[in-house]
């Protein structure tokens, strides 16, 4: 699997967009792009995943860059309940690889 | 949907005793997966199953641990002689060929404690 590189942590104003970067340099042709986050004691929550074009759900946006070399979660308007620990993943979308969770980035939203 | 049910939320256990943890995936999922996270430290895999079959156990210690996700019914994951350093939360996801097998649902978590 591709190593990716978040920085550990990160603050936002509430009510603006949170863009949290990964670097994955050397992603291969197959991997994709995965984002989770993790909620103080709650299970890891999936967020979104992409190849290589932009992806966007009612949760985040996912921009990837032409060379795939790295990404940007953004959440357009964060809140206080998007404070959490959040992890960008690259593997393949089949197969037996098993997700590797690093130490991602601690998000911390501030009022 | 009630999503990935895990049980019991919270286990005490004295040392030497046997603690069981029992999964529930998603409805229509066939692949079930176990984290372990100690505290004040990160996700870390044990073990990877479908139906009746272990597909990678590479993160399982080698000793005391083992689970299995029969054909019918919750996957269990199984500590024999608990020690104190078995304390930390196990999650299981789950995940279907449909969704794509690393798009994971999480349960809520099993919170061991080993007195």
């Known amino acids: 699997d591709a190593k990716t590189t978040q920085p550990p942590s990160m603050d936002c104003a509430e009510g603006r967009a949170a863009n949290l970067p990964c670097n994955h340099s050397?992603?291969?042709?197959?991997?994709?792009v995965y984002w989770y986050r993790q909620i103080h004691s709650q299970g890891p929550q999936y967020i979104i995943h992409?190849?290589?074009n932009n992806e966007t759900n009612e949760m985040a946006s996912l921009i990837i860059t032409e060379d795939r070399k790295s990404s940007t979660l953004i959440l357009p308007h964060a809140t206080l309940r998007d404070t959490a620990v959040y992890y960008c993943?690259?593997?393949?979308?089949?197969?037996?690889?098993?997700?590797?969770f690093g130490t991602g980035t601690r998000l911390t939203i501030i009022p | 949907n009630a999503g990935v049910m895990q049980n019991p939320r919270h286990l005490v256990r004295r040392r030497g005793q046997e603690a069981r943890l029992r999964c529930s995936p998603m409805?229509?999922?066939?692949?079930v997966y176990w984290y372990r996270q100690l505290p004040e430290e990160g996700l870390k895999f044990m073990v990877y199953?479908?139906?009746?079959?272990?597909?990678?156990e590479s993160g399982m210690p080698k000793e005391r641990f083992s689970a299995e996700f029969p054909k019918e019914g919750p996957s269990i994951l199984r500590i024999q002689q608990v020690v104190r350093g078995d304390s930390a939360a196990y999650f299981c996801?789950?995940?279907?060929?449909?969704?794509?097998?690393?798009?994971?649902?999480f349960g809520a978590g099993s919170r061991l404690t080993v007195l």
């Open positions: 993943i690259a593997l393949p979308n089949f197969g037996n690889e098993k997700l590797t």
């Open positions: 199953l479908q139906k009746e079959n272990i597909i990678d």
């Open positions: 992409g190849l290589k």
């Open positions: 996801a789950s995940s279907s060929t449909v969704s794509g097998a690393n798009v994971l649902t």
């Open positions: 050397t992603i291969s042709g197959n991997e994709y």
């Open positions: 409805k229509g999922h066939s692949h």
